[in-house]
């Protein structure tokens, strides 16, 4: 499924995880730069952070039982299905400014985080 906003297109796959036009463009230049097309940017949840939860998004090679797949724009994003409950509705963003450079997520389940913004509850 594809929604149209103001200022972005954005992709949401089963688990209703959206990534914006900003960080597929992300995505594929750091695929490109690693020269691997075997690669899928893998979003997960797990234990740890000042809030009892973390982020980690990251490259990863394998496919495990279980996972969400979307393919978007020549690459997989993928979701375990241990994460998928805390991901529902999340937007993933790239933000490029003086102030800070990297992936953001909008996460509607998370009820609260810390000050860093590393972890969420």
Known sequence: MTV???ATTVSEPVTGVTL???????????????????LA?????????CSGLRY??????RQLDGDDVLTHDGFN????????????GA?????????KQGFTIDNPNATGSC???????
């Open 77 to 88: 994003l993928v979701v375990d299905r241990m994460s998928v409950p805390y991901l529902g």
């Open 20 to 38: 914006t036009d900003g960080a597929a463009a992300k995505v594929k230049t750091l695929l490109e730069q690693e020269g691997r097309t075997d």
């Open 4 to 6: 149209q906003n103001d």
């Open 91 to 99: 937007t993933i963003d790239f933000v490029d400014t003086i102030e």
């Open 41 to 49: 940017l893998r979003i997960a949840v797990q234990p740890g952070g």
């Open 115 to 121: 000050a860093c913004g590393d972890s969420f509850s």
């Open 56 to 61: 980690q998004l990251f490259f990863d090679d």
